[in-house]
């Protein structure tokens, strides 16, 4: 009796130790998978700014038309109301989140911190600036793809701005995979009608009237130090964005952990964290 009681112990023991291998194993899959992924991404975007430099059909940032409210940085800023082109309180940390609507870790940010910045941006305790870039066109078998959804979003903070965040969440929820043809352009206006975009706005999305900025403001994120998509860069409070720093996430924010970017937000206009030295 008390060995068979053992030997269920053992294999107990056995089943528990191999469950708790597999777990690690797997969270070291996910580790590899994202950083194989950061590092692809940022390799990608160089390419595409050398590319784009290279050609000579950057326009300037100033001069291309660029949608209402949007800073010298290509940052479109988002109010405590969640209207794009209206800045938010000066007396808390700027935020400024670098998406491209093909990056597949973007959608991975958007699912673990949406919620948090949408209840941020409510009660008021983060600037927020997005910058819509593109940096994956060559990802979309050549309909560009991330270009044509920058605009898009571009249209949306210009002429429906209280839609933008509602858009910029709807899109990755019906985001593409990479290396397909990405959304047609009705399908991206549907998108923008079912979040409440009017649809003689929707219509426009064709015009192409703000792809000059997209593509400034893309240039503009690499002269900015931005490695790829998604990139933080935060300022402490009452800061301007020339103040800030792009954020780490080993030295920083692990931001892919639920809740570490809502507490870190927390602890930079609380005071127990600076931002710049």
Known sequence: MASNKSNKNERAAQARKAAQAQVKAQERRTA????????????????????????GDVPELDAADAPTGADL???????????????????????????????????????TNGEDIDAMIADGSVALYVHPISILDRY?????????????????????????MEFQTAMFENQ??????GLSDSEIADIAVGVGVPQEVADTFTDGEFTK??????????????????????????DSFDDGKVLEQ???????????LAQYVADVNAGTVTVTE
Not at 250 to 260: K, R
Request: charged letters at 15%.
């Open 32 to 55: 590899a998978i994202i950083g194989v992924s950061v590092i692809a991404v940022i390799l990608l975007f160089a390419g595409v700014v050398y590319f784009i430099v290279r050609s």
């Open 73 to 111: 940085s290509g940052g479109i800023p988002i109010s405590s109301d969640a209207i794009a082109g209206v800045a938010g309180p000066e007396d808390a940390a700027r935020l400024d989140v670098y998406l491209d609507f093909m990056c597949p870790i973007c959608g991975q940010f958007e699912e």
């Open 140 to 164: 979309s078998n050549g309909t560009n793809y991330s270009t044509r959804a920058a605009n898009a979003a571009a249209t949306v903070a210009d002429a429906a701005p209280e839609h933008f």
């Open 176 to 181: 593409p995979a990479e290396n397909t043809e």
């Open 213 to 238: 900025w997209v593509i400034a403001a893309t240039d503009q994120s690499s002269q900015d130090g931005v490695p790829g998509t998604p990139t933080l860069r935060m300022a402490d409070p009452g």
């Open 250 to 260: 080993e030295n920083d924010v692990m931001y892919f952990q639920p809740g570490a």
